[in-house]
Every structure is written in structure tokens, then in C-alpha cells.
């Protein structure tokens, strides 16, 4: 499984961006995709995930309300609509899968990610 994350860039505050991960591979539907965050000396954490059939969405707090994941399986490619940016929400963005099942919002779970695409919100 590769994946492959775009649609960084520079937005103002309360601006919005969204990005793209195209994932390869067969059975999509089988694999849970991540987007994780980190900037330079904090560790990577999660922000949002979606389960494999799509039925199923998790988010970190400070994002519920503003963030968006979504999937098109056909099309192998999980979508992070991000509105409402903040100046804290800049980071180098990630995504990342793993095998449908439990603990979806723990990147430790994650066997498979993609370089990251940077996200950068100025005040």
C-alpha cells in the first residue's frame, strides 16, 4: 500500500484547504486511513480518521466542527476539508493506513504512510 498526500499550502486564518490522499493498491474498502499532524519538536498526533466502508468517523476535539474526512472508494482517495483554519492548526499533514479494526485514532496502529504535505495558517 503506497500513499500519496497533496493540497498543502499558505491560508490565512478562518481560510480553508483540502487535502488529498491517494492510496494504490486493491481493497481499499479494507483499510482505515488516518490524518496525522506534527510540527517540528512535538510528536505526530491524530486528527481525523475514517473507517474502511466509510460509515464511521473520528476526529480530535479541537478540529470537531471545522474538519471534514471523507472517502470516495472507488477512486482509492481519502479527502481532509479544513475550514475555519487557525494559525495553530499549521503542521506538516499526514496520512496514513492500516487494516480496518479497533484503535483507529492511535498512530502506533499505523503500518502504512505518506510524505507529508504542509499546511501553513497565517494570522
Known amino acids: 500500500v503506497q500513499l500519496q498526500a497533496s493540497g498543502g499550502g499558505l491560508v490565512q486564518a478562518g481560510g480553508s484547504l483540502r487535502l488529498s490522499c491517494a492510496v494504490s493498491?486493491?481493497?481499499?474498502?479494507?483499510?482505515?486511513v488516518g490524518w496525522f499532524r506534527q510540527v517540528p519538536g512535538s510528536e505526530r498526533e491524530f486528527v481525523a480518521a475514517?473507517?474502511?466502508?466509510?460509515?464511521?468517523?473520528y476526529y480530535r476535539d479541537s478540529v470537531k466542527g471545522r474538519f471534514v474526512i471523507s472517502r470516495d472508494n472507488a477512486k482509492n482517495v481519502v479527502y481532509l476539508q479544513m475550514n475555519s483554519l487557525k494559525p495553530e492548526d499549521t503542521a506538516l499533514y499526514y496520512c496514513?493506513?492500516?487494516?480496518?479494526?479497533?484503535?483507529?485514532?492511535?498512530?502506533?496502529?499505523?503500518?502504512?504512510w505518506g510524505q507529508g504535505t504542509l499546511v501553513t495558517v497565517s494570522s
Open positions: 496514513a493506513a492500516r487494516s480496518n479494526g479497533l484503535s483507529i485514532t492511535i498512530t502506533s496502529r499505523y503500518g502504512y
Open positions: 493498491g486493491r481493497t481499499f474498502s479494507r483499510y482505515s
Open positions: 475514517i473507517s474502511g466502508s466509510g460509515g464511521s468517523t
